[in-house]
């Protein structure tokens, strides 16, 4: 079955510090990929995807997101985290179900950011 | 309003007693979908829809089930609520692709006791 992990379970960092979470994917076929984030208390909010194409992707509130094909990977990345960046990070990617071609998100385990002021 | 909204926002309820979680969309969307979460594993997925008359068992279906009344309505329900049923609970929804990820509602903290 295809899978999705997140090696960090919990990150620690100080503000302005640099952040990159790992994410890397089972899946050999075509997908697109996501980042989510969760604050606390709230629901997941889409933070930036990737389709095609350039594999450096920019999101919101600075975030970027590498796609390497040959390692299966989609690296969460900011240069410089803020006290208000404290939430858990989904990373997702879309498999197709195991019938037709109809898809479904698979998400990681999370991995919780705690960044001190 | 919210795009997909999840009743109730927070539950306390007591072991074999039964409980509806309910969760409205106004995406338009085809595909509805509900997981649960809990720490350190990530979002599960337990049902999922593609239309009215077509749902589907997810990872870990049993002990829940559901209802699909309409394009925009998917109920998620434990007949005989246990303890290990507490988490929060999402319900999301999707174009038939998925290729734009999925929207999800504000989640159901639901307590089993």
């Known amino acids: 079955a295809q899978s999705v992990s997140q090696h960090n379970h919990h990150v620690i960092l100080s503000e302005a510090a640099s952040l990159e979470l790992g994410c890397n994917y089972s899946y050999g076929g075509t997908v697109n990929l996501f980042w989510y984030v969760q604050y606390p208390g709230q629901h997941l909010q889409l933070l930036l995807k990737y389709f095609s194409g350039d594999p450096l992707v920019k999101g919101i509130k600075g975030f970027e997101a590498e796609f390497i094909k040959s390692k299966f990977s989609f690296n969460l990345r900011k240069p410089s985290v803020q006290w208000s960046d404290t939430a858990e990070y989904f990373c997702a990617v879309n498999v197709p179900f195991s019938s037709g071609s109809a898809r479904q998100l698979t998400f990681g385990s999370g991995t919780q950011l705690t960044v001190l002021p | 309003d919210a795009d997909v909204t999840q009743t109730p926002r927070n539950r306390i309820t007591k072991t074999g007693k039964r409980i509806m979680l309910e969760c409205s969309q106004t995406k338009g969307h085809d595909r509805m979908y509900w997981y649960r979460q809990d720490p350190g594993l990530g979002l599960r997925l337990i049902y999922y829809s593609f239309d009215v008359k077509d749902i589907n068992k997810g990872e870990i279906s049993d002990g829940y089930s559901v209802s699909r009344q309409a394009q925009a309505k998917f109920s998620l329900s434990l007949e005989s609520a246990i303890p290990n049923q507490t988490a929060l609970y999402f319900c999301?929804?999707?174009?038939?692709?998925?290729?734009?990820?999925?929207?999800f509602g504000s989640g159901t903290r639901l307590t089993v006791v």
């Open positions: 999301a929804t999707s174009e038939r692709t998925a290729v734009y990820g999925y929207t």
